[in-house]
């Protein structure tokens, strides 16, 4: 990790898509989280681990306030699908002003202002693992009943580390009641990409498997993408309600 902290930090791109009209949360870009709104907690965390980051908005709220915050901003379209659409536009965006060529894109969650440097740093030194086209965040547990939670999700992967599936459902099945201590990886939905591959990923229709679970994911992987997972420590800490605010500013973490 400190040899790409120090040689290929240039390389990597981080981008937070961030808008103000979230369904369940509107206006939670810019929630205090101790004292800094909240995307602007995660462009700080991030900027630690990484030389270019920059907030991918369409709204103008935001850009006002990243501007107070001398934070970097990327003005997208105003409306996208996803998150991983309005990346994809800002990352092009800055490819033509800046005529840099990243070897990697990540995009950052504007809703996790627990976000460590050394989570980052740890995801961005396996994407650029030779024959890396899509990375994500995993996290080992134990606990069963995060195990059936549909609002956890969870993973399998193989013996090289790349997903075999996410589903919400409990996975793998421990049918024998005698089996050991039984882990099972989480996963934190950050995600990066080579610059070409996300490209090429937001031309992609919906998929079956994608529509069962609800998980992007699926749409990637049903069209022969495969996706490397990082296993890190971070404990993915996701604002999407008021509560998950409060919650939050009680804790003292901020």
Known sequence: MSNFARDRKDEVLGIIPARMASVRFPGKPLVMTGNLPMVIRVYRQVSAALSHVVIATGDEEIMQAAREYDARTVLTREEHASGTSRCQEAASILSRQTGIRYRAVINIQGDEPLITPEAITALASVMLKPGTAIATMVRRESNPALMNDPNRVKVVIDREGFALYFSRSAIPCFRDPATGKREWLSHTGIYAFRPD??????????????TAESLEQLRWMENGYRIRCCEIEYEGFGIDTPEDLEELNRSGKV
């Open 197 to 210: 591959i996300l490209e090429k990923l937001v031309r992609l229709g919906p998929s079956p498997l994608e």
